[in-house]
């Protein structure tokens, strides 16, 4: 029952809330009913968030509920209501199930509805000669997937971006492609030949997208190094990719900063390297002999063909962590794109012109899916170079009239924090989505509050999809931190300890659908994703990692995963990475690092349970410090909880579901 007193206790004065009162209680019908009219009519933006909660809570009777629902244009201009209508089937549901029983056909389609361009058409679709688990996509074509992305209007926005404090610039279509030319031609001046791989360490710029469109164009392979990681761990990718040569900048410039990257560089031994300008003004410091500035690498031309090669040929290495120490180096294809391109065709629904932002990086994967996903539907990329947690990110995002914005969870919830980006005008939007971490209810119902009931559409997937194997649709409801659908040509289950199909349980996904990887270039494929794997009624699964549950709804939610990898800041991270770090400390005898949530819910907490050979109380700062030191400086220490030793099976491996029973244990207590 809702009163005046709690409306007044959410800061609404006498009138007011006797006004909103008399419009509540005349409501009727479903719950779902209901609130659409209380968020289509009572509830805006500029409204205390504590009363969009309040009428929640009431409406729903303090269950789960449906806060967007699509209004007939969303649905009617959806693209995946076009390939519905094209196939004649009476809804999105059918569609989906149309999706996964017809895979090679919607994979088909998929690829003419995106233009992809072959400069040799293929054989056959799909060869399945080695099986599901290790698929041909278009075999005997030949293509370079860097001109699918340059298929619009030469004169469109190709990127609009913005330095920090600076004003709104963009490059268009066709200057895009000629800086994406030069530096293929750069590449080849240099001695390069395809094949060859050259890294790229630097943050997510104009720039940073021509030089990966490049590297690809001619005919080359991206090692992916996020612009975060220190040396130490900048070296181990560089060797792990067999990196030739990277690019970098000197600096990188953020939240009024002036944060060393080329030194990092130079400490990782990094081989030849092709360095940019990240100050406004200014000249580069002193190079090492045989390193090349930015404006002396690029070459002047008339163009530059892509170069042809077999679909399976890699363009961009990305790292994934394991349940090992090193990285995971996961290869992505000329094929892989087509999977970033068609979750957000999809999905996320971005159309041509559309201006879609992500902040994000070359090193994670939604780097260069943000490029494809773009770039493959004709839209515009939009980039701020500042810090995302700020205001001025928010009027960017404003001015640059963004319609599909990706975040972060935690990035959510320090703008719920601080309030930064309320009284913007974020009518621009159409959708949200969210990855990298579970993400935390109230948090998105808050950011869906503060656009006026645009909604969240939850992304889950890997590396080693190329995109996800959950992501919501704006043609269906959308309930905060949760998951209406898995991703069109995805098919899945959800399995028990037992091997039986349940609701709440690890995730298990059926090969083949483009996206999914078919080699690590450091471990053993097979046995990372498909040994020891239950079969389904004769059907090969391949293992995800996550645990899923399914809701009465049909909707799903991810509970985070289910072996000893870790979200921290939307970065994966293993246990193991977290530990061989930590265990190099002097009086460290050794560690167990786990990943727990935080009341509420919310991004993942990193505790580090310790076995120590000496005293002292500031075990959590002189960890905290060589994390940062050598691994990344954004993955912070929650706890450290010191104890006389680590909880073992009786092979020696450490339980840390032992641990994390006892951290929730010691939460309740």
């Given amino acids: 029952m809702l009163r005046r007193e709690d409306l007044m206790a959410c800061g609404l004065d006498e009138v007011a809330a006797a006004e909103l009162l008399l419009r509540f209680e005349v409501l009727v019908g479903s719950p779902e009913a209901r609130w659409r009219e209380v968020a289509r009519r009572l509830l805006r933006p500029y409204h205390p968030f504590a009363l969009h909660q309040l009428l929640y809570e009431v409406v729903y009777d303090g269950e789960l509920g449906p806060v967007f629902f699509p209004e007939p244009a969303d649905i009617e201009g959806a693209n995946a209501t076009a390939l519905q209508r094209e196939l004649g089937l009476p809804s999105y549901d059918a569609l989906f199930a149309w999706s996964v029983d017809e895979w090679e056909v919607f994979w088909h389609k998929t690829v003419a509805r995106l233009g992809i361009r072959l400069q040799k058409p293929y054989e056959r679709f799909v060869d399945l000669t080695q099986g599901p688990t290790a698929p041909e996509w278009l075999a005997g074509a030949e293509m370079n997937i860097a001109e699918s992305c340059f298929q619009a209007d030469g004169e469109q926005t190709a990127i609009v971006f913005q330095r920090e404090g600076g004003p709104l610039e963009s490059m268009s279509y066709a200057a895009l492609e000629m800086l994406c030319d030069r530096v293929a031609s750069g590449l080849v001046a240099a001695g390069f030949v395809p094949g060859d791989r050259i890294a790229v360490d630097m943050p997510m710029t104009a720039e940073a997208v021509a030089i990966y469109l490049g590297i690809v164009k001619a005919g080359c392979a991206v090692v992916a190094i996020a612009d975060s990681f220190a040396a130490a761990e900048i070296a181990t990718r560089l060797k792990i990719g067999s990196a030739q040569a990277v690019f970098t900048q000197d600096v990188i410039l953020r939240g009024g900063l002036q944060l060393p990257l080329y030194s990092r560089l130079v400490e990782a031994q990094a081989p030849r390297a092709i360095v940019l300008s990240g ?19 690029l070459r002047e031309g008339d163009g530059f063909s892509a170069v042809a090669r077999s679909p399976d040929e890699i363009t961009n290495i990305l790292f994934s962590s394991g349940t090992t120490g090193d990285p995971k180096a996961l290869p992505w ?11 957000a065709h999809y999905h996320q629904d971005v159309h041509p012109g559309d201006v879609v932002a992500w902040p994000t990086n070359l090193g994670w994967m939604m780097g260069p899916w943000l490029i494809y996903a773009a770039f493959l539907n004709r839209a515009t990329m939009a980039l701020y170079y500042g810090a995302s947690t700020e205001r001025g990110f928010g009027e960017f995002i404003r001015d640059a009239e963004v319609s599909m914005l990706g975040v972060i969870p935690s990035m959510v919830r320090t703008w719920r924090g601080t309030g930064c980006l309320e009284g913007i005008d974020f009518s621009a939007i159409r959708a949200f989505s969210a990855t990298g971490e579970c993400s935390n209810a109230e948090d998105m119902h808050y950011l869906m509050a503060l656009s006026g009931y645009r909604p969240i559409l939850e992304y889950c997937g890997g590396t080693e999809l190329a995109g996800g194997y959950l992501l919501s649709t704006l043609v269906k409801p959308v309930a905060p931190s949760t998951f209406n659908s898995a991703t069109l040509g995805t098919d899945l289950v959800i399995l028990d300890e037992a091997g039986e199909v349940c609701d709440s349980g690890e995730i298990f996904l059926h090969p083949p659908a483009i996206g999914m990887s078919s080699q690590v270039l450091n471990r053993d494929h097979h046995e990372v994703y498909y040994e020891g794997v239950p079969g389904l009624h004769g059907v090969q699964l391949r293992r995800h990692g996550d645990q899923v549950e399914r809701l009465s709804s049909g909707h799903y939610r991810v509970h985070g995963r289910a072996d000893d990898t870790m979200n921290l800041g939307g970065i994966k991270v293993s246990s193991a990475e977290i530990e061989r770090v930590v265990n190099g400390i002097d009086g460290v005898v050794e560690t167990a690092a786990i990943a727990v949530p935080p009341p509420g819910g919310g991004p993942s907490l990193l ?39 680590l909880p073992r099976t009786a092979s020696n491996k450490v339980m840390r579901r032992v641990l994390r029973e006892m951290h929730g244990r010691d939460e309740e207590t």
């Fill in 333 to 343: 294809t000329h094929i892989h794109p087509i999977k970033c391109g068609a979750d």
């Fill in 279 to 297: 100050q406004v003004d200014g000249t580069l410091d002193d190079l090492r002999d045989g390193d090349l500035r930015w404006e002396d690498f």
């Fill in 607 to 645: 505790v580090v349970y310790a076995v120590l050979d000496g005293g002292g109380d500031d075990w959590g700062d002189t960890m905290q410090q060589v994390l940062r030191g050598e691994l990344n400086p954004l993955f912070k220490i929650h706890k450290v909880v010191v104890v006389e030793a």
